[in-house]
């Protein structure tokens, strides 16, 4: 199982499954056509309540990220996300704001906490 969650993080579980979903999807680790596990069985594997795993396939299916077959299974989209530029931004920005906080807090300079960002993407290979 690739996905693992922290219920003492602060962040709720659906959006901890949904970036984490997402961060396989653009690391390569998961790709189009590739079959997600089960509602029940996500729940079963994490010990975590099937409504929070359905809320995150419904996120990701709305998104674009996911799409499901009805008795069919859950897979991979084949397409990217269709979602305008401006709700890409308005969805990362908060992410970001965390980094820039987070940094901030450690005492890391603005150069540090761009330099990490980017280190990142390139570990992701650049991908726009």
């Known amino acids: 199982m690739f996905v ?3 219920p003492s993080s602060g962040l709720p579980l659906y959006l901890q499954i949904e970036s984490q979903v997402k961060q396989a999807i653009a690391a390569g680790g998961l790709k189009p056509g590739d079959v997600l596990p089960s509602v029940r069985k ?3 594997d994490l010990g975590i309540n099937p409504n929070t795993v359905a809320r995150t396939y419904q996120n990701l299916e709305r998104d674009g990220v996911i799409r499901t077959v009805p008795g ?3 897979f991979v989209a084949d397409g990217q996300p ?3 530029k401006t709700e ?3 969805r990362l920005r908060p992410h970001a704001r ?3 906080v987070e940094g901030a807090q450690m005492r890391l300079s ?3 906490i761009l330099s990490l960002v ?3 993407v390139d570990r992701l290979g650049g991908k726009p």
């Open 4 to 6: 693992h969650v922290n």
């Open 88 to 90: 890409k931004i308005k």
């Open 98 to 100: 965390q980094v820039a």
């Open 118 to 120: 980017e280190e990142e």
């Open 110 to 112: 603005r150069a540090e």
């Open 42 to 44: 996500m729940a079963a």
């Open 82 to 84: 269709g979602l305008l």
């Open 72 to 74: 069919g299974g859950t």
